[in-house]
């Protein structure tokens, strides 16, 4: 499956900021969903996951309540509704597919990133 990212950009602190990302090439629904950053000069971390039918999500403690992932299978595209952004949120943003549930690193596939930075 190809998946194509965007809506990243610069965003003030306290803003939001909403991401989208695409699918094409397989069955969009037979996959889990997630997001994931990269910080400079840090390891790629998981930000949340939603599953097949978008009836479970799951995410990292430092988003928890703050993003919000959902998913419209119809359109084949994954959302990531991002409010009260933080100057340590930015970093580049991935989606990625699994065909497993409940899984934090080594998605399937990939797409290419988009930016988001988040000034003090």
């Known amino acids: 499956v190809q998946l194509q990212a965007s809506g990243g950009g610069l965003v003030q602190a306290g803003g939001s900021l909403s991401l989208s990302c695409a699918a094409s090439?397989?069955?969009?629904?037979?996959?889990?969903m997630g997001w994931f950053r990269q910080a400079p000069g840090k390891e790629r971390e998981f930000v949340t996951g939603?599953?097949?039918?978008?009836?479970?999500?799951y995410y990292a403690d430092s988003v928890k309540g703050r993003f919000a992932i959902s998913r419209d299978n119809a359109k084949n595209t994954v959302y990531l509704q991002m409010n009260s952004l933080k100057p340590e949120d930015t970093a580049v943003y991935f989606c990625?597919?699994?065909?497993?549930?409940?899984?934090?690193?080594?998605?399937?596939?990939w797409g290419q990133g988009t930016q988001v930075t988040v000034s003090s």
């Open positions: 939603i599953s097949w039918s978008g009836g479970h999500t």
């Open positions: 990625a597919a699994d065909s497993r549930w409940g899984k934090v690193r080594e998605y399937d596939y």
């Open positions: 090439g397989r069955t969009f629904s037979n996959y889990v």
